[in-house]
């Protein structure tokens, strides 16, 4: 299994429509990926490591497929699209990570 993690850094003075991406944008995603999509999830940052800092991302969402092949055979048609729909909910730039889920 795999966890492609999207990490929107916490830049003061950012835009971040949570309402938009809500949705909006995360549900066209899971839309276009369809049943390849094995598990979602968005956090919004509310702290850093002790409850009075900010926290490092403002929103972190992940998704979960069986493998790296599967995430981009579904994924790959619409990245276009997906990532030209960024700029309606934010003008962060995403920090993407993929990695194997191991626990």
Not at 14 to 32: A, G, I, N, Q, W
Not at 53 to 60: C, D, E, N, S, W
Request: with cysteine; proline share 7%; charged share 15%.
């Amino acid at each position: 299994m795999i966890r492609i993690t999207v990490l929107y850094p916490n830049t003061h003075g950012s835009r971040f429509d949570m309402d938009y991406y809500l949705k909006k944008h995360c549900p066209m995603v899971l839309e276009r990926v369809g049943a390849s999509c094995k598990g979602f999830g968005v956090d919004q940052g509310l702290a850093g490591v002790m409850p009075t800092g900010a926290p490092a991302f403002r929103v972190t969402a992940w998704f979960l497929f069986e493998s790296i092949e599967t995430f981009e055979a579904n994924f790959g048609p619409h990245a276009a699209a997906i990532t030209a729909d960024i700029p309606n909910y934010t003008d962060l730039q995403p920090i993407i990570q993929m990695g194997e889920v191991r626990a």
